[in-house]
Structures are given as C-alpha cells and as structure tokens.
C-alpha cells in the first residue's frame, strides 16, 4: 500500500515499516484539531491497520510552539447549534458530531499496531487526549511543555476520551484536578503520575525505541481483567466521589455545570465498559455545550478574551510599536507593580521617585516578587537577574528623554499630578506618549495639564498589578489615536488583556464593583445577618463578599472616595447607608484588613471572622432574607450599572464589557461577564425583575430607558450565536 | 379499621461494632435468626399464624444481602408458608418494618406480622451499599449531600447547642442506660445471644460507660472536623447561608455508639391473639412518615410528631413518654426545644449515645423498651420516633392496654 495523502501531516516510513507523522495544520500557527485534521487521523489509523508492512507509528509535531491545542473552538459552530437544538434529533446530530473525535481516537488506539506519541510541545485538551488514546507517550523535557485539559476553563469538558482514559490511567484521584480544575502538569510531574511513559530530550527518537522494542499495541483497559487504579465508584472510590463532590461544591457553589457534568461521566463511564464510556463521556459534553454558561464562558473567556489580547480594539492605521521602554514615575505600590511586570516582559524601565530612597524602594517590590519566584523554582536565576536589570530607579527626570512611554503613578492629588506632568514633557520626546494610571481623576481633567493632550492616554492598572489580568485605557476628550495603540500595545506586551473606556467617575470596573459593594453594606443596614451577606454574595459567584473586599480596599480609602463624589456632586450627593457605616467604622479606628480590623476581625495566624460589633450598624429590618433575592441584588445592582455604561458609551463593545468584568472585578465568570448575564437572563425578564428590585430597594435598580428600548426592538448584545 | 396490638418484643443485647466486639464474631442472620426463634419459644407459637416477617436493614449487601428476612424466617425454622422482606428507611427501619407489618393487619390483609431489624455494623460498616444518594455527582451535588455527623454539628450550629450542651446531654443518656440496666429495666426484652456452640457470648449492652462524665468527653476530639474540612462543611453552609461556620460539637461520646443487634416485634390482630392464645401488650395507635430538607437530614422527627398528633387529633400533653433514637445529642436537644418536650419524659431509659444504634433494628428495639416502659410504670402513650438519612422521620404511638 502506499501512503495515503496528507495535508495534515508528513509522514515517513522507514525501512523496519516504522512511520513518523509529523503532525502540521497548514495555516494554523498552533496545531488544532480542526475537521481536516481529525479525518486524517482516522486515515492514519486505517492506514495503521490495513498494511501489513507498517509496524508502528510515531507521533509528533511540526510546530515549534507546541504540539496540539486541542480541539478548534472555532470550528465548533454546528455543534453548538445542534447541541443547543431543542429536538432529540438535533440532540441525536450533536451527539454524531460530538462523538467524531472519540470514534477517530479509538480507531487509532485500536488499529493493531503500537502508536507513540512524541510530545514536542504543549499539549493542552484534545491534544493531551489524543496522546492518552495512543499507546506510549514520551514527552519533551523542556520546562515550558505543559500537559493539561483546561476545558473547565472555558466552560467546556473534557470530551475527547480525557474523562474516560486519564481515570483509567492514573485512578480518580490523580485525574480529578487536571479533569475538574483543569490544572496542568510539567513533564516530570507528569510522568510521576503516571500520565506520559518517559520524559526525554529527543522525544521522537526514545518513541521508536520503545516501538523497535516490541511496543504492545493495546492500552492497559483493553486488557483482560483490567482494574481501575484506585478502585470503582461503587467500591473502594466511593469514599473518592463524596468528598470529591463536596470539594466540588465547595469551590463552585454549583455554579458551574462543566465539571459536574465531567464528574457525573467519570462516575458513570467507570461503571462501563470503555466504548460504552466514550459515550456517555460525548453525551455529557453535548449536555455541558446546551447549557447558557458554557456558551458564554466559550465566547468571553476564550474567543473575545483571544480577540482583545490580539489588539482587536487597537486603532486602525497606526503602526504597532514594540514597546521597548518605559518609564514609571511613582514608585509606590502601584508604580513598582507596574515595573515589575514591563521589566517581566523584557521592558526597560525607568523607575523614577522624589528621592532615590523611595525609588529604590519601588524595586525592591520586583525584588521581593523574584525572590519568592526563585525559591519556589517558578524562575530560573538568569531570568529574575535579567528582569531586574530592566528596572534603574533614579531621580533624574532626564532620563525620561530616551522612552517612548511614560505612565505616571504617583499621588491621586491634581496638584500634584499637574506637577509631574509638566516637569515629564518638559524631558519627554515631543512623539513620546504619557499616560496616567489614575483610578479616580478624570484624564481629560489631567490632560488639561498636557501641553499635547492627544498624546495623553488613562492606563488603568489594577491592584495587585502582578495578578490582575485586565488594565483600562482611558481615552480622554482629546486623546488621539497613536497614544491609544501605544497604550495598547504596552498591555499587549505585558501580557495582559486591555479594554478601551470612556474617561467617566470610576472609568468602567470600580463604577460597577461599587455598586456591588454598595449592596453588602446596604444589607448590613438592613439588618441582613453579615454571614449571610458575604454568603450570599459568593454564591452568586463572586470570588469574595463585599464586606471582605471592603475591607482589602481599606475603610480609610473608602471614605476618601465618598468625599472625593460628594465634593464634586456638591448638593446633589445624597448620603446613605455606606456614608454612616464607612464613616462609622473608620471613626472607630476600623480600617479594615490593614490594620486587623474592618467588618471582619484578622487575628494573627488564625481564619478571619465577622466582627460583632456590625449590629450596631443596623438602622432598619431587612425586607428579605431568600439568598435568592440577595444574589439577584448583588448580580442585578452590578449589570445594570454595566448597561448604563455600555448604553453612555464608557464601554463601547460588548466583549470589552464582559471581559472586563471577569477579569477587572471577578464578575460571576459562569455567566460570561456581565452583559452575558442579562442576555442569559433574557432582556424582558431582566427588566422585569429589575422594576421589583426598584420597587423594593430603589434607584440603583433603575433600569435604563435604552434597555427597554432593546428589549422591545428585539436587540441583543451579541448577534444570536455569535460563538465563531 | 382493624385494631393491630404489639403481643410482644424482643432484642438482642448490642455488642461494640468492633473486631473486639463480643457479636463481631455472629453472623446478622443468626442475630436474626435468635430474635425470631426466641419470639417463637417464649410463647410456643404456632409460626404457621404468622404472615409475613419484615426486617429492616441498612446496608442489605453481602451476608445481610438476598433478603435477610426470608432467609432467617428459613433458617429460624419457622413454617414455610411464613414470608419475609427485607426494608431499608435507613435508621428508622426497624420502626418503619412495625409500622408497616401494623398497617398491613389495620388494612385487614394479614393476621400476623413480626417487625424488626438486623445489623451488624461491625461485618458491614455504614455505606457499605454505597448508593446514588450520596456518591452520584448528578445526586450528590444538587441534594447537598452531607455525612450525617456533618448535619448533626449543623443542627447544633443552627439551633444554638454548644458542646458544653451535647455533653451534658450525653453524660445524662449513660446515668439513665446504666440505671436502667441497674433496675432490670430491659431483663423482659433480652435475648442473650449464643455462638456456634450454643455459650451465650452476650447478654448486656456492651458499648455504655456508666462513669462518663463532663470532664471526661471535655477531652475528646470532634469527630467530624476533619470531613468539614474537606468541604462539606461548605456544602452546609451554601445551605444554611447565614451561617458562618460549622461548630464541630459531635464526637465519639456524644454520637450513637456503632454496634451489632437485632430485634422482632411479633403483632396481630385480636383475633390472632385469640388463636395463639396470647394476651396483647401494646395497641398501636397510629405512624406517620414524612421527607424533611436533606441537608440538616436530622430534623424529620419534629415535623413527623406534629403530623402524626395532628392525625390522631392528639396534643404533646397527651404523650406520657417521649423516644427519640439519639443519634445525635443534637438531634434530641432540637427536639426538645422545638417541641417544648421536658428532659424527664423523653429518653427515659438512656439511649444509643449509651448504648449504641445498630441502624436496621434500632427503631423496633425503642419501641419495645417503650412497651417495657409504660407496664412498669403504668402510664399509658408513647411516641416513638427516629430522625432517618436523606432527611426523613418516621414516628408512631402506642397505648397500653
Ligand atoms: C462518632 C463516631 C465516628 C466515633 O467513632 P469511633 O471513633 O470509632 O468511636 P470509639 O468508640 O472508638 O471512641 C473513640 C474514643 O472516644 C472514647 N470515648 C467514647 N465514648 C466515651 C465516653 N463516653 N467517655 C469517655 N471516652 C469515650 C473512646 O474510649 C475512644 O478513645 P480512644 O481513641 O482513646 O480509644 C461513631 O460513633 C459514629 O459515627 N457514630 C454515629 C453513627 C451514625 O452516624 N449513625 C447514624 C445516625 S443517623
């Protein structure tokens, strides 16, 4: 027979019949398992089998920046219209569709004859799957490979056999983590779990060795009298599963229906026989993609998430610049954050204070942050010595002179500002860009203090600037076009995801995450039980209470900023609830978590409790205690102060809109972000369940008149399946 | 309505649930087998006038599997024509195996019936069936499933009762067991159990320890701290929201002991009792059954009393003696509180915080000591009740006649 024609791959056979397939997508710079591919993976295993003259098969990649993604996402479109159908034939097609890639797979770990995988990259979902079909995997010993399913991530499961031939491999309790939480291995980890055979440094050579040495070609479960490492579900795993289920719980509130639905596979197809567990494995997968969640965690943590970190939102026509240095005045701890990560990424930086003292002091925060990497073997030493020769704190304003971007991080004072700016230009290149990393002031107001105010920009970091993903920039009345590419491109190449926003009071996050923390201390108030108020509030989904995250912000701040609104509304501020309470707190020396005590008590060493002394906050008796209702308020009171932002144009694209909420403020993620819930939802049962929520407790659940207008239109966010 | 009276009951002494265990070495079905046959022998009864024998039973896989109660009906000798089924109501199993041998002779279809129950938790530990409930993700998640120390440590969190309390309660449950024993309060109702040879091994409540005090459980150690910590703790509180936290209050000396045990209870008709010639004890007045939220578990009894004395048009007055199954100290201060029940009329014998629950029997077992109970003290109602996993509770009353 002679070899079939690939596009997909390369393939060689050498004189012993031992075939090396180089597997290379064309036109894709990563390897996906688009529908061409995935046919001719089945070509390969028919091959496999039906010439006798073959002995073998290895694996591997052409790409140089890994060995396969996984699945493609966005090729994924029919499915998830059939799996969204609400017919039992559509659901019946999804399933076809679904199981492709499970069937492809078990014809090539059936064909008859050893296939090895050589791991030469990031195998990541279906890639990891596929190599688990095949009946040998060594892996490359690079440091940068990760092996992993991170489905969950995306609100997806694993449905490529992970679910089925991981457990099998290494048990339950190995499998959970990487299946339910989607964490990722190194190759020695992986190896000394038992998921890849050999870690080497020439993966595809030690892949032909293990076949030239007799490789057998069947996988351990299609052995007779095969047993599961660590026991059955109805057995010795049951004890695995309870706890599983809780811990389960425990992180996810539920909210998620992916891993429950991997769980649920997992529990059943052990209990099958494996062909009959593929199944059920494609089934659930279906099941995950019908769910609302799923399809928008797909769209906005992966597709528009990809989107904007590519510069979808990036000026057209300006040329992208490398940003190859920068200079940061301010050194406190946002402008030693900000150092960090654009040193991280290979930035020179100049970190530039009133005194050398407190420069220095700037990079010792990038010290502090290596350090701790170093020891805990997440950097190499060459690395951390490379990123912090990045960074020269000074004084010297002229070395402002030699960088294309200057981000001012200094006090929240215009006066103070104002100085810095002017004495920045006065050093700066006449092209070069400035920005401010304010969280408060207007950038028009600051721009005013520009003398080239189209070369001004707001770049808004969020606190701390090493873990958060998302940075606003700001575009002020008369900021231009090159500042905000350039903006842009600095989040780019630090690697974080930037959003585009109108200059507005609070931009666009901190005007919505307060009024989320508005709603806890209204509860309080109220006189709902604080336990129940930060209960609440993560079972809705946030990732902390609001009373809690009052207390990581700082009462002190808190209070700064209430004066910060009123002074500038003047007569038109009204005081209420969070006025008494942050000004009642702080009065009693209660600054929060900096100081051990907020509306929680911190003693040293020991969990975190509510303080009593909350009671006497209490001026009213609350209208409702249904969890239910206070995660509508939270959820609600936060969505509609993103409607009215996205309805006034502060944020213009939907996706920035959701995006930005996962990221900025940690809104519900199995939603998709916060315009995703109110589609989810449905406009018309939104709205009508925002006109009680006004009734009851007023005008921050007012909805806006441009909503309704949507809504009677018919207009939505996003096109209907706007997933690819 | 046919009447249905209790003409007598019978259980075996309760060995610890350990390999050391005195009734480690007995098979349950001859547990069984020795309650079935004492009932038959105490009474020369003519097992040919009884219809059916139901067992409960907890964890009815392996030696206690294949219906355990046709089999000891077998293995007893008793006649042939005698059926037998195995039920499962969790801890209420032995009441729910009388209730239900009760109403099948109120309804007019059987003369006869034994109710009762088996288990040998030290041969078969609790989840040995394993089940959907509390192990399918697709169950497990959305019932916020919790082991049953989990949801009496909520109940304790819920409702106020410290672990100074549960003590207290428990350190009272072994004066009254060991004074009980002490006064030969249960000597009617046991049937010592024999081994292979035919020695009696067992003929006392093996897990009670009279000197228990508050000092001495002061020193142990919450036993169901470290599952809380695994998550379930969580899964309470995503329940129970307003909670902050889970105080771990339940332990080795405040929890029902694990223990091996058996116990029948032969009912008939009156008609029945004419023909065996055999004098009724105990008329049943009337069960009830209920669901209860599945998370705290162990609240049923509550709801379950006030459904069944409102069904029988009784008050809480007219109960002389109160018996809940003390699973839990918890369990029963709830209890108490809630129903406004005082200490001195409820578990007026002590109870399996003293001397152990084996799950299937333990429901016929405090129906029998409440048979006991209102002959020596010539009072006239109990109630008896059992909190019951996944959120039940089964209740029933009984008169003197
Ligand atoms: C609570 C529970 C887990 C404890 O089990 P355990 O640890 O095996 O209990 P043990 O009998 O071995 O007792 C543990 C320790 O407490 C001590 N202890 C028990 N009762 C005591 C008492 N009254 N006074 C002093 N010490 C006591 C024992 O001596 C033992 O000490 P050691 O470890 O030094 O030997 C178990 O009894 C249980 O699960 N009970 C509930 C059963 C159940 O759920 N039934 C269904 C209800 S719905």
Redesign the pocket.
């Known amino acids: 027979m002679s070899t079939p024609d690939f596009t997909c791959f390369q393939c060689e056979t050498d004189a012993d019949g031992l075939v090396t397939a180089t597997f290379d997508v064309p036109g894709k710079t990563m390897n996906t398992l688009t529908q061409a591919a995935i046919a001719e993976i089945e070509a390969l295993a028919n091959w496999l089998k039906d010439d006798e003259a073959l002995k073998g098969c290895v694996i591997t990649s052409g790409k140089d920046n890994g060995f396969c993604a996984g699945a493609d996402l966005q090729e994924m479109t029919a499915l998830l219209t059939k799996a969204q159908g609400q017919s039992e034939d559509d659901k019946r097609e999804a399933f076809k569709l679904a199981f492709a890639l499970n069937r492809v797979f078990r014809s090539l770990e059936t064909c008859g004859k050893p296939v090895a995988m050589a791991i030469n990259g990031l195998a990541l979902g279906g890639g990891l799957e596929w190599a688990l079909s095949c009946h040998y995997r060594v892996v490359g010993s690079s440091s940068k490979i990760q092996l992993g399913l991170p489905e969950v991530k995306v609100g997806l499961m694993p449905g490529a056999g992970g679910t089925q031939r991981l457990t099998r491999l290494v048990g339950v309790m190995a499998a959970g983590p990487l299946i339910l939480e989607g964490k990722s291995l190194r190759p020695q980890e992986a190896q000394m779990q038992g998921v890849v055979h050999e870690v080497s440094d020439d993966p595809v050579a030690a892949a032909k060795a293990w076949i030239k040495g007799g490789g057998k070609a069947k996988n351990p479960w299609d052995e007779d009298g095969f047993r599961i490492p660590g026991g059955a579900p109805q057995g010795k795993a049951g004890q695995m599963f309870m706890v599983g289920n809780a811990m389960l719980r425990q992180k996810t509130y539920a909210n998620y229906p992916a891993p429950i639905h991997a769980m649920a596979a997992v529990y059943e197809g052990l209990q099958l026989p494996f062909d009959r567990a593929l199944e059920i494995e494609s089934k659930y997968f279906v099941k995950t993609l019908a769910t609302p969640q799923a399809q928008n965690m797909l769209r906005s943590l992966f597709l528009s998430m990809q989107d904007l970190n590519k510069g979808a939102r990036r000026p057209k026509g300006v040329d992208k610049d490398k940003i190859e240095s920068l200079a940061v005045i301010g050194a406190g701890f946002m402008g030693a954050g900000i150092a960090y990560v654009a040193a991280k990424a290979g930035v020179k930086v100049v970190l530039l204070d009133t005194s050398q003292d407190n420069a220095d002091k700037g990079k010792a925060h990038s010290e502090t942050l290596v350090g701790k990497a170093v020891s805990r073997g997440k950097m190499s030493q060459d690395k951390a010595d490379a990123l912090l020769a990045n960074i020269t704190p000074t004084t010297d304003y002229t070395a402002l002179g030699d960088v294309d971007l200057v981000i001012e991080a200094v006090f929240e004072s215009r006066e103070v500002k104002e100085a810095v700016i002017k004495q920045a230009e006065a050093h700066m290149k006449p092209d070069a860009i400035l920005a401010s990393n304010t969280s408060t002031i207007p950038i028009t107001e600051l721009a005013t203090y520009s003398g080239r105010p189209d070369q001004f920009v707001g770049i808004h970091f969020f606190s701390p600037v090493d873990k958060m993903l998302l940075v606003e920039i700001i575009r002020g009345d008369k900021t231009g076009d090159r500042a905000i590419a350039t903006a842009m491109d600095l989040v780019m190449t630090v690697k974080k995801t930037p959003i585009v926003v109108e200059d507005a009071r609070g931009f666009y996050a901190n005007r919505c995450v307060l009024k989320y923390i508005e709603q806890g201390l209204s509860m309080v108030a109220e006189g709902v039980p604080p336990a129940l108020i930060e209960n609440a509030a993560k079972m809705a989904g946030m990732p902390v209470g609001p009373l809690a995250l009052q207390d990581e912000v700082a009462i002190d701040l808190g209070v700064k900023i209430l004066k910060q609104t009123a002074d500038d509304l003047g007569n038109a501020y009204k005081p209420g609830a969070v006025d008494a309470i942050l000004n009642g707190m702080f009065a009693q020396g209660r600054l929060g978590r900096k100081n051990g005590q907020g509306f929680y008590v911190y003693p040293k060493g020991e969990d975190k409790y509510l303080w009593d002394g909350l009671s006497d906050y209490v001026t009213g008796s609350p209208q409702s205690l249904d969890p239910q209702d206070l995660k509508d308020r939270f959820l609600y009171a936060q969505a509609l102060e993103a409607v009215r932002s996205y309805l006034s144009e502060i944020v213009t694209d939907p996706r920035e809109a959701d995006v930005g909420s996962i990221l900025g403020w940690g809104f519900a993620p199995w939603s998709g972000g916060v315009l995703s819930f109110v589609e989810m939802t449905g406009l018309e049962p939104f709205i009508a369940r925002a006109d009680e929520l006004a009734q009851e407790y007023g005008d921050v659940f007012a909805v806006p008149d441009g909503l309704r207008k949507m809504a009677e239109q018919g207009e939505r966010f996003y096109p209907l399946m706007a997933v690819a | 309505m046919t009447d249905c009276f209790i003409y007598d009951a019978v259980r075996t002494p309760r060995g610890?649930g350990?390999k050391d265990g005195a009734l480690h070495e007995i098979t349950p079905i001859s547990l069984a087998t020795q309650v079935l046959q004492a009932l038959r022998d105490r009474h020369d009864l003519d097992t040919g006038l009884v219809d059916d024998v139901i067992l409960g039973c907890v964890e009815p896989i392996g030696e206690q599997g294949a219906d355990i109660a046709r089999t000891a009906a077998l293995h007893a000798g008793y006649a042939e024509t005698v059926a037998g089924v195995q039920i499962n109501r969790?801890?209420a199993s032995g009441l729910e195996a009388v209730n239900m041998a009760a109403a099948s002779i109120m309804a007019g279809q059987t003369q006869a019936a034994i109710g009762g129950g088996v288990e040998s938790m030290s041969r078969l530990a609790?989840g040995a069936s394993g089940g959907a409930w509390p192990i399918d993700p697709s169950v497990a998640i959305p019932a916020y499933f919790v082991p049953?120390?989990i949801s009496a440590d909520l109940i304790a969190s819920k409702y106020g009762f410290s672990r100074q309390d549960c003590d207290a309660y428990?350190v009272e449950s072994?004066k009254r067991s060991a004074q009980a024993w002490e006064e030969g309060r249960f000597q009617n109702a046991i049937v010592p159990i024999k081994d292979v040879m035919g020695v009696m091994v067992l003929d006392r409540d093996e897990h009670m320890?009279p000197g228990?005090t508050v000092e001495?459980?002061a020193g142990?150690n919450p036993?169901f701290a470290m599952p809380g910590q695994m998550g379930f703790d969580d899964v309470a509180i995503q329940k129970y929201p307003e909670l902050e936290r889970i105080s771990h209050v339940?332990?080795?000396?405040n929890?029902?002991?694990?223990v091996d045990g058996a116990a029948g209870v032969l009912l008939g008709s009156e008609r029945f009792g004419e023909v065996a010639g055999l004098r009724p004890r105990a008329k049943i007045k009337g069960f009830a059954m209920i669901g209860s939220e599945p998370c705290i578990m162990?609240t049923g009894p509550e709801f379950v009393t006030q459904k069944l004395l409102a069904n029988l048009r009784m008050k809480p007055s007219d109960i002389d003696l109160w018996e809940l199954n003390e699973?839990?100290a918890a369990v029963v201060l709830r209890y108490m509180q809630a129903l406004d029940i005082p200490h001195d009329k409820i578990n007026v014998c002590g109870g399996a915080i003293a001397m152990g629950?084996p799950?299937g029997a333990t429901g016929a077992m405090i129906l029998g000591t409440m048979v006991d109970e209102l002959e020596r003290t010539g009072k006239s109602t109990a109630l008896v009740t059992l909190?019951?996993?996944a959120g039940m509770g089964v209740a029933n009353v009984i008169e003197r006649v």
């Open positions: 610890r350990k969790f801890c609790m049953q120390g428990a072994q320890r228990t001495g459980l142990l036993s339940h332990h080795a000396g929890s029902s002991g694990v162990l699973a839990f629950h799950l909190c019951i996993g």
